[in-house]
């Protein structure tokens, strides 16, 4: 059984800066590609960032030059390092983990995390 589980998540104000950690456990001989979606209430799921299993990395527009994702190998662990945070970047923020077991290539998702930006 393959767990992603979210963290670092809360209230901040407009301006401020969070970091999002994922960690993905289990029966995993490796993982592919790491990536943070987020929902916001009334809204569809929409890709954050991603990064691959060779670093390279891919942003919404929303959050280029603000958000920065970065992973380590070791303990198939991602981050999602969030400045200058917007009240529209208010939402339940995702982790997915491609992840390559005996099972084959699956994708999980882990249980969310709120992060709430006041103005």
């Known amino acids: 059984q393959v767990q992603v589980v979210e963290s670092g998540g809360g209230l901040v104000q407009a301006g401020g800066s969070l970091r999002l950690s994922c960690a993905a456990s289990?029966?995993?001989?490796?993982?592919?590609?790491m990536a943070w979606y987020r929902q916001a209430p009334g809204k569809q799921r929409e890709l954050v960032a991603v990064?691959?299993?060779?670093?390279?990395?891919n942003y919404a527009d929303s959050v280029k030059g603000r958000f920065t994702i970065s992973r380590d190998n070791d303990k198939n662990t991602v981050y999602l390092q969030m400045n200058n945070l917007k009240p529209e970047d208010t939402a339940v923020y995702y982790c997915?983990?491609?992840?390559?077991?005996?099972?084959?290539?699956?994708?999980?998702w882990g249980q969310g995390t709120q992060v709430t930006v006041s103005s």
């Open positions: 289990g029966l995993i001989f490796r993982v592919n590609a």
């Open positions: 990064i691959r299993s060779g670093d390279s990395a």
């Open positions: 997915n983990a491609e992840t390559i077991s005996f099972r084959g290539t699956q994708s999980y």
